[in-house]
């Protein structure tokens, strides 16, 4: 297993915007991020392959946040802009070796990070 890093969480104010990095994303043909706030499941919030032609959002996130990856630099990004105060999690990276047709679940995912805490504040 490949131990993924996040990077780039801290708190922001709502409607700001804020960057994470996830080193070591060459592992994962399809890579991903999911959140989770204590008490609630890890839920997905965007996914990619390997080439970056293919995309999935969340509902809750779609057109806010924007995923890609650089397979030079071994890193995969996430954007969110246009932030709410539920947008709060602790935000993970994950890989799948497999090309994915359609957005993963937690169980899909191979590898992980530690998590990078987001906080959005009102």
């Known amino acids: 297993q490949v131990q993924l890093v996040e990077s780039g969480g801290g708190l922001v104010q709502a409607g700001g915007s804020l960057g994470l990095s996830c080193a070591r994303a060459?592992?994962?043909?399809?890579m991903g991020w999911f959140r989770q706030v204590p008490g609630k499941e890890r839920e997905f919030v965007a996914a990619?392959?390997?080439?970056?032609?293919?995309?999935f959002y969340a509902d809750s996130v779609k057109g806010r946040f924007t995923i890609s990856r650089d397979n030079a630099k071994n890193t995969m990004y996430l954007q969110m802009n246009s932030l709410k105060p539920e947008d709060t999690a602790v935000y993970y990276c994950a890989a799948n070796p497999r090309l994915l047709v359609r957005p993963p679940g937690v169980g899909d995912m191979d590898d992980w990070g530690k998590g990078t805490l987001v906080t959005v504040s009102a």
């Open positions: 990619i392959s390997w080439s970056g032609s293919i995309t």
């Open positions: 060459s592992s994962g043909y399809t």
